[in-house]
């Protein structure tokens, strides 16, 4: 099994976490794991760590890829893209050209953490397609932002299954760059809305327990369709359920149910992230929560109340208007 994981040292403890989940779920079930690391200037001493991994568990093989080929290929594009100079969530559009002799690999946000063995999702056919993923949450939202076709595909990138062989077939690298210079709107230039404009309808579907995000796991079926405005076929009440209550890869991300390593967590997974951590080389580190304002905590519970109380139109409304996003958490 081929990983491809993007992080700087501020994300390297949840890498290594991540890394220790993989291995403890998925180590029987392969010959081989190679974890194809893109650093943003990771420091020695967390690499070292990550590094152990290597020996503690014998099949896994560490490639670590420092950033510097990537932010030159990004040299001519950086001034265009949003997101404050981090570019490192653009490091996955370059996989094919950075390792040219892996032709399958699976990339995973490192604020992930899998909950059972990988095997059924690495094995997916994708010889036809240039990736699999699961729809994500706003995709109706996202697709009317980028005047999408409503029946396009659009995946949450966080957990992509990618075909680097059919990439390059077909230069997806350069259509990706291509849109960045064409786009003048920024907004429009997030790593996932390029990602999704640019592989449109030849992605695969995954089912949702292969990418679940907060809201699945907290909100019923009808109540979680309603409010992010999904059709019935996005995701099936079965396919939600098993995602709700079996989760395979559980992903942290921002919200106002909080991250497992940030202050006042609330996500029903923050034990499952702790129980890795203390199998990780990260065991002893100590994490140093960020005090936030009273008022942001305030914000933060009334946007799981909307989420979890409000009627469902209301909610949806609120929602699709861009009042429950983070804008107007952090404000």
């Keep these: 099994?081929?990983?491809?994981?993007?992080?700087?040292?501020?994300?390297?403890?949840?890498?290594?976490v991540l890394m220790t989940s993989i291995l403890n779920n998925s180590y029987d079930d392969f010959d081989e794991i190679n974890f194809y690391i893109l650093s943003n200037n990771i420091t020695n001493s967390s690499?070292?760590?990550?590094?152990?991994?290597?020996?503690?568990?014998?099949?896994?093989?560490?490639?670590?890829?420092?950033?510097?080929?990537?932010?030159?290929?990004?040299g001519n594009i950086k001034d265009k893209l949003p997101g404050g100079g981090n570019t490192s969530y653009y490091y996955r559009m370059f996989g094919s050209s950075i390792l040219p002799n892996v032709d399958k690999i699976l990339y995973m946000d490192v604020d992930i953490v899998t909950n059972g063995s990988l095997i059924d999702l690495y094995n997916t056919n994708v010889d036809s397609y240039y990736?699999?993923?699961?729809?994500?949450?706003?995709?109706?939202?996202?697709k009317e932002e980028l005047n999408m076709d409503p029946n396009d595909i659009y995946v949450n990138s966080g957990c992509l299954l990618m075909n680097l062989q059919k990439w390059r077939e077909d230069n997806?690298?350069?259509?990706?760059?291509?849109?960045?210079?064409?786009?003048?709107?920024?907004?429009?230039?997030?790593?996932?809305?390029?990602?999704?404009?640019?592989?449109?309808?030849?992605?695969k579907v995954l089912e949702p327990k292969n990418n679940v995000l907060i809201h699945m796991s907290v909100l019923p079926y009808k109540r979680f369709m309603?409010?992010?405005?999904?059709?019935?076929?996005?995701?099936?009440?079965?396919?939600?359920?098993?995602?709700?209550?079996?989760p395979l890869c559980i992903h942290f991300i921002t919200s106002p149910w909080r991250r497992p390593w940030e202050l006042n967590c609330k996500h029903p997974y923050v034990d499952l992230f702790f129980k890795y951590k203390d199998l990780s080389p990260f065991a002893d580190h100590e994490i140093k929560y960020k005090v936030m304002p009273k008022s942001y905590m305030w914000k933060a519970a009334i946007n799981r109340f909307i989420f979890t109380k409000f009627p469902v139109k209301l909610a949806a409304y609120m929602n699709k208007h861009n009042i429950l996003d983070l804008k107007w958490l952090l404000g």
């Design 47 to 74: 690499l070292e760590k990550i590094r152990s991994l290597e020996t503690t568990y014998e099949k896994t093989k560490l490639h670590i890829i420092p950033n510097t080929e990537i932010e030159k290929k990004l």
């Design 1 to 16: 099994m081929n990983l491809l994981l993007v992080s700087d040292e501020n994300y390297a403890m949840q890498l290594t």
């Design 226 to 246: 309603g409010i992010f405005r999904l059709k019935d076929h996005v995701f099936t009440e079965k396919e939600y359920n098993e995602a709700h209550t079996n």
């Design 131 to 142: 990736a699999a993923g699961v729809i994500d949450i706003n995709e109706t939202g996202f």
């Design 172 to 203: 997806i690298q350069d259509q990706m760059i291509d849109f960045i210079n064409k786009t003048t709107n920024k907004e429009l230039l997030y790593d996932q809305h390029v990602i999704n404009h640019t592989l449109k309808n030849n992605i």
